[in-house]
């Protein structure tokens, strides 16, 4: 289900498509957030125009996106190392004789 959906941001209005009622939901939360970042990088930075508050707010997002997906790879590398040591310790449980044979 196809949506057209128009997104403000700092002003200028993005005519967007959302395929799902999900991806609405993070396309709209999305513009809330830049829109957040923008007002406050004018507020902290009055000088600036807003091309150069603009790559602020993306040099923002992209930090917490890399930052998020480093998160990610080490939560992975830890579920697989519990995995790991999880299967081991079945394995050896496995592998007991039962109890009272030994």
């Known amino acids: 289900m196809e ?6 941001i700092g002003g200028s209005r993005y005519a967007l498509t959302a ?3 999900e991806q609405e ?7 809330v957030s830049v829109n957040k970042l923008l007002s406050t990088y004018t507020e902290k930075f009055p000088g600036k125009g807003m091309t150069e508050i603009l790559t602020m707010v993306a040099l923002n ?4 996106n890399i930052t998020l997906k480093k998160r ?7 579920k697989n190392t519990l ?13 007991q ?4 044979t030994r």
Do not use: V
């Not at 004789?97 to 009272?100: F, S, V």
């Open 19 to 21: 395929n799902s009622p």
């Open 97 to 100: 004789p039962p109890a009272g």
């Open 83 to 95: 995995e790991g040591l999880t299967d081991s310790y079945l394995e050896n449980i496995d592998n």
């Open 72 to 78: 990610i790879e080490a939560i992975e590398k830890e």
């Open 61 to 64: 997002e992209s930090i917490g």
């Open 3 to 8: 949506q057209k959906i128009t997104i403000c």
């Open 25 to 31: 939901e993070i396309y709209r939360l999305a513009g």
